[in-house]
């Protein structure tokens, strides 16, 4: 399956590099490439799934070349970690059992998008694959019955460029990220994918 996973991102940077590439038209050939690398933090909150509210931290290396005056492509690195509880209830005669499991998911997060550049608002929209990479549990009796897999999903951002000083830019943003993780493929596993809400803060230098 991460094979296949891979394959699907390689393909999909193949054509959109190509499609950026070919973004220049002759009124843009005085226009001189941008390149951009930085480093970023993205707490979310998740507003869809078995309880809301979950929290999931990210931080990485990213890295934005653009292309035209108005559009680019962008590329990112991301660890991704999400934690949540799962409670369980098993009624064995008058007494009922109470079970907690604490569970913390880490993911390592490739990124691909397109940028559209503007003085008052950046927009970007692209994809993105988890591989997950680590799981520890805890909690009170019992084996726990939740299990980690790979995943993907989208993003939309809206985010505003600050300068601090020549190439210095701060850009902090505000997201959605929706998973697309394929619902049949998962086997006594907690629902934990669903839609994430998040702010960011990108700090990076413009060559």
């Known amino acids: 399956m991460m094979k296949n996973y891979i394959q699907t991102f390689v393909v999909l940077t193949i054509v959109v590099c190509t499609a950026g590439f070919g973004m220049k038209t002759q009124a843009q050939e005085r226009f001189k490439n941008r390149y951009s690398a930085g480093f970023g933090f993205m707490p979310e909150w998740q507003l869809g799934g078995s309880d809301d509210g979950k929290f999931s931290p990210s931080y990485g290396l990213f890295g934005e070349a653009q292309l035209s005056k108005y559009s680019g492509l962008e590329v990112g690195v991301f660890d991704r970690k999400f934690s949540y ?5 098993a009624a064995g005669g008058p007494k009922v059992e109470y079970y907690e499991y604490n569970y ?4 390592v997060s490739l990124r691909l998008g397109y940028k559209f550049y503007s003085k008052i608002l950046n927009f970007s929209a692209g994809f993105h694959v988890d591989f997950a990479v680590s799981k520890s549990e805890g909690g009170y009796r019992g084996e726990a019955f939740a299990t980690y897999h790979d995943r993907y999903g ?24 929706p998973f697309l993780c394929d619902q049949n493929k998962r086997v006594k596993t907690v629902d934990y994918e669903g839609v994430f809400l998040g702010l ?3 700090l990076k230098y413009r060559f």
Do not use: M, R
Request: proline fraction near 3%; aromatic fraction near 14%.
């Open 85 to 89: 509880t799962e409670k369980l209830y």
């Open 104 to 107: 913390n998911l880490q993911y």
């Open 154 to 177: 989208a993003y939309l951002t809206f985010s505003k460029d600050i300068v601090l000083y020549k190439g210095l830019i701060l850009e902090p943003e505000i997201h959605v990220n």
């Open 200 to 202: 960011g803060l990108k």
